[in-house]
């Protein structure tokens, strides 16, 4: 009893340090939006009250000579750069609403371009110590259209008709809506040589969304298990291929674009009815799942989680929802068009409460995952 007691006790001291981990990179991700933010204020001499880690009670506080305060507070979910009058008028020139509507609007930005130039730092790191990322199909099943036309086991996918596989959801894009012996253009490795081969489906490529990696198998011709029960997996898995330097520079960026558009594509399915909310998750899903993966896949994952959280608060915090910073960027453009602003009153009650929906949605999604 003892015994079972300390390894229960051991393995949930374990999995608390990978949450811990996956807290950081959260964290750190926000840090460095809000720096943004931060940098682009100074070099237009924007007034700064306040850059804050976290939320909270204050557990650190320092006041710089030129009034802005930098800050350390108690809960380590997010963080905020406060700009002189962003909120309500000020006379100074320094104030945020003071300021030339392009200028604001740089700042604006600036904070969702640090994550993105950040993503695409760790992206590069990742491919230049692991490869980049590619699909190997293993557990392959027989091709009824022979050997000839068939992905053998540990198969590594790079191209599917010149176009570059990274992850699973690439592999779907390529192959859906095709039919049963339509024919691929693969560039693969087999056996450590790269090569050109044709494949042909096994069977109809129709997806009813991302989640649907039966069908997926089906059709390229990979053993598909849910017996999660038995460890018994669908036949993909994700493994590095390494290029020289330029060619992992420009993998970097596409391989950005491609975290991108699957948050798109997300959000797409989300709304047409093809994703379920169920699906989704909120900051602590967030933290459970990217927690999870950097256990079971060391640095790679945590470098991968670390550029997607990177991505994918670029990409959402630009969408235009009041609150967030392209809802912002909006206004302020809408300002710079008539020459004069919305009402501050009225938009401070707009983002408040995209703010409210935005917190209450977060935890609808993290609640509906324990139920």
């Not at 390229?220 to 994700?238: C, I």
């Not at 379920?276 to 060391?298: E, H, P, R």
């Not at 959402?316 to 929802?321: A, C, D, G, R």
Request: aromatic share 12%; glycine share 10%; charged share 20%.
């Amino acid at each position: 009893m003892d015994y079972l007691f300390l390894t229960t006790f051991g393995e949930a001291a374990t999995y608390a340090l990978y949450v811990l981990i996956a807290v950081l990179v959260l964290l750190l991700m926000i840090t460095v939006h809000e720096a943004g933010h931060y940098f682009a204020g100074k070099i237009f001499g924007f007034g700064i009250e306040e850059f804050s880690i976290g939320f909270g009670p204050k557990i650190f506080s320092k006041k710089k000579k030129n009034g802005e305060i930098f800050s350390v507070r108690a809960i380590p979910l997010g963080g905020y750069c406060a700009f002189l009058g962003e909120d309500k008028d000020e006379k100074s020139e320094s104030a945020f609403n003071n300021k030339k509507p392009w200028q604001r609007i740089i700042v604006l930005i600036a904070g969702a371009a640090m994550n993105y130039i950040t993503a695409i730092v760790v992206i590069a790191l990742m491919f230049g110590i692991y490869g980049h990322s590619a699909i190997m199909a293993y557990k392959t099943v027989e091709n009824p259209y022979g050997t000839e036309y068939s992905l053998q086991d540990r198969d590594v996918i790079v191209k599917i008709n010149d176009r570059s596989v990274y992850l699973v959801t690439d592999l779907m894009e390529v192959v859906d809506g095709k039919a049963a012996g339509e024919e691929l253009d693969c560039y693969i490795i087999r056996n450590g040589e790269f090569r050109s081969v044709k494949i042909k489906l096994a069977a109809d490529a129709d997806f009813k969304n991302l989640e649907d990696l039966e069908t997926l198998a089906k059709s390229v011709g990979v053993y598909y298990s849910s017996d999660e029960s038995r460890n018994v997996q669908s036949g993909f898995r994700t493994t590095g291929v390494k290029f020289g330097a330029f060619e992992t520079v420009w993998r970097s960026f596409e391989y950005s674009f491609k975290l991108a558009g699957t948050v798109f594509t997300v959000f797409r399915q989300l709304f047409t009815g093809m994703l379920g909310i169920n699906s989704l998750g909120g900051t602590f899903t967030t933290i459970t799942v990217a927690a999870g993966a950097i256990k079971s896949g060391g640095l790679w994952s945590l470098l991968n989680i670390t550029a997607f959280i990177g991505v994918n608060l670029a990409v959402f915090n630009l969408i235009p929802f009041p609150a967030l910073d392209g809802a912002r960027v909006v206004f302020t453009a809408i300002e710079g068009i008539r020459g004069k602003p919305i009402s501050r009153k009225t938009e401070g009650i707009i983002h408040t409460v995209g703010f409210v929906l935005i917190l209450a949605f977060a935890l609808l999604v993290d609640l509906q995952r324990c139920f």
